[in-house]
Structures are given as structure tokens and as C-alpha cells.
């Protein structure tokens, strides 16, 4: 157990429709990233939060959104969903900003279905 | 940008043998490499990292090696076990000196351990 929750763990949902995933980090991180791994373009990096504050931005597509808050859980929104949003999304935690000696602590994922 | 790639996708090895799974990077700046270990239904955890500085470095059963010159690092599992069945992945960020936290991942290898 990694100490990072997600919720849901299954999300089942229609095209053109709009999810919220959350993520709870580890007690005391301030880092939340958001990967989504899909069988075609495997783990891709999406965003990160610091202490409340967009850090780095990955490939990230605008239909999606997230956000950190004061208590230090983020939220993934993804709206106008389409078929090729399925995937898993997973959430990383860790204590610093750098990505160097700074290890990341990944949840276990929330597994979008898009139908 | 980065490009990060693994030379096989999937690799059978038996038990208590040991295996080696290789990536390959593109950034000669790149100097900071992480290995990520994805067991199956779960979300990628820590395994090993190394900086440019170095060429090997151990844990336990594990071991990295690094190779500048041709831009490749492989990993070494000793005495390989059925937990040790998983998806290997490298992970690179663009560079360890400004703390950039795009860790871009490789496509993973499957490792599969035969009793």
C-alpha cells in the first residue's frame, strides 16, 4: 500500500459525459501527479500540483482540468468525454517539487470506461 | 522532447534465473533514470534509480546499469521470483537540474517469471 487513494476505482460513463477523479496523497506530500496509461500510448505524465499550485504541465488535453486544495487532494476533470478517453488514470504523490531523488508514490488507478 | 524506449516488450525468464530488461534514451542531457515496477492491477512503484555519475548502482536483487556513451540503462533482477512478474518500465526527466517533473516513461517490458 502505497499511502495515495483514488477514487473510484471503476468509472463507467458515456461519451460526451464529465468525471471527477480524486486522489489523496501520502500524509505530508505537497506533489500530486496525474498519469494516464492507456495500451497504445502507455504512461503518460498529465500535470502536477504543488502545495496547491500547478507545477508542470504535460500532455494534458484541455476537455481535462484538475486541481489541488488546501487539504492537499486533487481532482482530475475530464468533460466531452470520447471513446479514446478510456483508460487508466493514476495518481502519484511525493514530498518535494523535483522529480530527481524525489520518489514518486502512485496510487491504484481509477479505470475510466468510455462507452 | 525526450523519447524513452524499451527493447522488448515482453520477456519469459525462469524462475531463479536472472534477467535483464534494457531501455534506451535520446537525451544526452538526460541524467537522473529511474526503474518503475507495475504489478498487475496496481499502480507503478519505485524500484531503482541512478544519476549520471554513476554506472552501476545496487539494490537488493536489482542492480542498474548505466551507459552514457550509448544511451542505454538495463536492469538486473537476480534469482528472479513469481513476484517478480510485472511491467518494467524506465522513467527519464528532461533534466535533473531544474527540478523539471515531466518524467517521461518508457513503453514497459513485460517480465514473466515460469515456475
Known amino acids: 500500500d502505497s499511502g495515495v487513494t483514488q477514487t473510484p476505482k471503476h468509472l463507467i460513463t458515456a461519451t460526451g459525459q464529465r468525471v471527477t477523479l480524486r486522489c489523496s496523497p501520502r500524509?505530508?506530500?505537497?506533489?500530486v501527479y496525474w498519469y494516464q496509461q492507456s495500451l497504445d500510448q502507455g504512461l503518460q505524465f498529465l500535470i502536477q500540483?504543488?502545495?496547491?499550485?500547478?507545477?508542470a504541465k504535460g500532455n494534458i488535453l484541455e476537455r481535462f482540468s484538475a486541481q489541488q486544495f488546501p487539504d492537499l487532494h486533487s481532482e482530475l476533470n475530464l468533460s466531452s468525454l470520447e471513446l479514446g478517453d478510456s483508460a487508466l488514470y493514476f495518481c502519484?504523490?511525493?514530498?518535494?517539487?523535483?522529480?530527481?531523488?524525489?520518489?514518486?508514490?502512485f496510487g491504484p488507478g481509477t479505470r475510466l470506461t468510455v462507452l | 522532447g525526450e523519447s524513452v524506449g524499451l527493447h522488448l516488450p515482453t520477456l519469459s525468464v525462469q524462475e531463479g534465473d536472472n534477467s535483464i530488461i534494457n531501455c534506451a534514451y535520446s537525451?544526452?542531457?538526460?541524467?537522473?533514470f529511474i526503474w518503475y515496477k507495475q504489478e498487475s492491477g496496481k499502480g507503478p512503484q519505485f524500484i531503482i534509480d541512478?544519476?549520471?555519475?554513476?554506472d552501476k548502482r545496487q539494490g537488493q536483487r536489482v542492480t542498474v546499469l548505466l551507459n552514457k556513451t550509448v544511451k542505454h540503462l538495463s536492469l538486473q533482477i537476480a534469482a528472479t521470483q513469481p513476484g517478480d512478474s510485472a511491467v518494467y518500465f524506465c522513467?527519464?526527466?528532461?533534466?535533473?537540474?531544474?527540478?523539471?517533473?515531466?518524467?517521461?516513461f518508457g513503453t514497459g517490458t513485460r517480465l514473466t517469471i515460469i515456475p
Open positions: 502519484a504523490s511525493s514530498s518535494r517539487t523535483s522529480a530527481v531523488n524525489n520518489e514518486q508514490f
Open positions: 500524509s505530508g506530500d505537497l506533489s
Open positions: 500540483y504543488y502545495n496547491g499550485e500547478e507545477r
Open positions: 537525451n544526452s542531457a538526460s541524467d537522473y
Open positions: 541512478i544519476r549520471s555519475n554513476m
Open positions: 522513467a527519464v526527466p528532461p533534466t535533473a537540474n531544474f527540478g523539471n517533473e515531466k518524467l517521461t
